[in-house]
Nanobody
Framework: QVQLVESGGGLVQAGGSLRLSCAAS????????MGWFCQAPGKEREFVAA????????LYADSVKGRFTISRDNAKNTVSLQMNSLKPEDTANFYC????????????????????WGQGTQVTVSS
């Protein structure tokens, strides 16, 4: 089992940057694929980025490619999301998620695949 705690959200102007972090508890962090999802008011939770157990595979939503970078530090049990060139439409609550097992890239883009979630951190981008 793993517990996830996000941090790093806040208010930023369009064009600015934020770095989200997710701290994971437990000794088996290196066995989990990790993902970031976002949810805006009135919308469903959407895939943002994912990273494989080893960090060798990274996946991104088309809307964030070239702007966001996901990374993980298995020694520190953390996964990060560097967000650059932020846009007002990026405003949402961002969630860290974890899952253990063998999954396709498509599965890792699906929120229903993940069985551990953090509480979320709010990102607000002003125009």
């Amino acid at each position: 089992q793993v517990q996830l705690v996000e941090s790093g959200g806040g208010l930023v102007q369009a064009g600015g940057s934020l770095r989200l972090s997710c701290a994971a508890s437990g000794r088996t962090f290196t066995s989990y694929h990790m993902g970031w999802f976002c949810q805006a008011p009135g919308k469903e939770r959407e895939f943002v980025a994912a990273i494989s157990v080893s960090g060798g595979v990274t996946l991104y939503a088309d809307s964030v490619k070239g702007r966001f970078t996901i990374s993980r530090d298995n020694a520190k049990n953390t996964v990060s999301l560097q967000m650059n060139s932020l846009k007002p439409e990026d405003t949402a609550n961002f969630y860290c998620a974890a899952v253990m097992g063998l999954y396709s890239n498509g599965d890792l883009k699906n929120a229903h695949t993940y069985n551990y979630w953090g509480q979320g951190t709010q990102v607000t981008v002003s125009s």
